[in-house]
């Protein structure tokens, strides 16, 4: 099953992103831990599951855009 991600954020200052998965914005903001001015750099995927997860999980494409 493919999801699609996507981060937003309107200023990097506020030191937080919203992330919506399939179109649907999550209630919780993500913080954004180590400040930048041009944005972030990094993004750590992890699994959710209570044990080991030896198939993991399939990343098809990144696409950046500045708005």
Do not use: A
Not at 10 to 21: A, E, F, G, S
Not at 30 to 51: A, R
């Amino acid at each position: 099953e493919w999801n699609e991600l996507t981060f937003e954020w309107d200023n990097i200052q506020q030191n937080n992103c919203r992330l919506k998965i399939n179109g649907e914005t999550c209630p919780q903001v993500l913080p954004i831990h180590l400040p930048s001015v041009n944005g972030i750099n990094y993004v750590h995927f992890q699994s959710f599951t209570d044990t080991e997860d030896k198939e993991g999980y399939l990343i098809e494409s990144v696409m950046g855009v500045v708005k």
